[in-house]
């Protein structure tokens, strides 16, 4: 029997909820265009008025902690949109979101988005879903990871996206998991090395592989305690 992920309905990883509107938006968007690994489409604090929707590639999306250091809230991949508080062309984003590999994008803008949604309701109530999902996961995200302590953050990420045993390569460095864990770099490191030594994880190029999620839930109740 296969382990189920968590029952939150939250994901941190985005990806497909558009899949099937692509064609229109490439009706209505320029021709996808590449940006490379490490460039900034959305910054916080500026203005820029435009959304993307993402063709291929992984997108991190962060905020700056009370120490200056990166927090990550969310990963984007194929076929979701991102950007969305450009709506209004005047507002400024509150993330900043980064391409973490080279990555293909079709940009548009508020006019363009207001313009699929008149052509195809459908297309609106699955733009409303996916801002649902998005509010879950940062609701989620304010009250478990800021609270409990990190060894249990880091439990309780792993196993809201990588809690079914056909899907249990974790592609992040240590310190991907440490900005989405709001942690430092050692702090993961200390948990990874747990983590190993209970053997529910081994090392696997960058990232690891979960062989054992019966156990990484078993540890979990562990850690739980020493809040």
């Given at each position: 029997?296969?382990?189920?992920?968590?029952?939150?309905?939250?994901?941190?990883?985005?990806?497909?909820?558009?899949?099937?509107?692509?064609?229109?938006?490439?009706?209505?968007?320029?021709?996808?265009?590449?940006?490379?690994?490490?460039?900034?489409?959305?910054?916080?604090?500026?203005?820029?008025?435009?959304?993307?929707?993402?063709?291929?590639?992984?997108?991190?999306?962060?905020?700056?902690?009370?120490?200056?250091?990166?927090?990550?809230?969310?990963?984007?991949?194929?076929?979701?949109?991102?950007?969305?508080?450009?709506?209004?062309?005047?507002?400024?984003?509150?993330?900043?979101?980064?391409?973490?590999?080279?990555?293909?994008?079709?940009?548009?803008?508020?006019?363009?988005?207001?313009?699929?949604?008149?052509?195809?309701?459908?297309?609106?109530?699955?733009?409303?879903?996916?801002?649902?999902?998005?509010?879950?996961?940062?609701?989620?995200?304010?009250?478990?990871?800021?609270?409990?302590?990190?060894?249990?953050?880091?439990?309780?990420?792993?196993?809201?996206?990588?809690?079914?045993?056909?899907?249990?390569?974790?592609?992040?460095s240590q310190r991907d998991i440490a900005e989405a864990v709001n942690c430092s770099r050692?702090?993961?490191?200390?948990?990874?090395?747990?983590?190993?030594?209970?053997?529910?994880?081994?090392?696997?190029?960058?990232?690891?592989?979960?062989?054992?999620?019966?156990?990484?839930?078993?540890?979990?109740?562990?850690?739980?305690?020493?809040?």
């Amino acid at each position: 029997m296969k382990n189920q992920r968590d029952d939150t309905g939250v994901r941190y990883f985005f990806t497909g909820e558009f899949r099937k509107y692509k064609k229109m938006f490439e009706r209505h968007c320029p021709p996808p265009m590449k940006v490379p690994k490490g460039m900034q489409l959305c910054k916080c604090h500026e203005a820029r008025g435009w959304m993307y929707y993402l063709c291929s590639g992984r997108m991190k999306v962060y905020v700056n902690n009370c120490e200056g250091n990166d927090r990550i809230v969310a990963f984007l991949e194929k076929d979701t949109i991102f950007g969305l508080d450009h709506f209004s062309p005047e507002q400024t984003s509150l993330v900043t979101i980064e391409c973490m590999t080279d990555a293909w994008v079709m940009p548009f803008d508020g006019r363009t988005l207001e313009t699929m949604i008149h052509e195809n309701p459908e297309f609106a109530v699955e733009l409303t879903r996916y801002y649902c999902k998005i509010i879950r996961q940062l609701c989620h995200d304010a009250q478990s990871q800021s609270v409990n302590n990190v060894f249990v953050r880091t439990i309780d990420f792993l196993r809201i996206n990588w809690g079914e045993e056909d899907n249990s390569r974790v592609p992040l460095s240590q310190r991907d998991i440490a900005e989405a864990v709001n942690c430092s770099r050692s702090s993961i490191a200390r948990v990874c090395r747990a983590l190993k030594q209970a053997g529910v994880i081994v090392s696997e190029g960058v990232g690891f592989r979960i062989v054992d999620h019966a156990g990484l839930s078993a540890l979990r109740g562990k850690y739980v305690s020493f809040r």
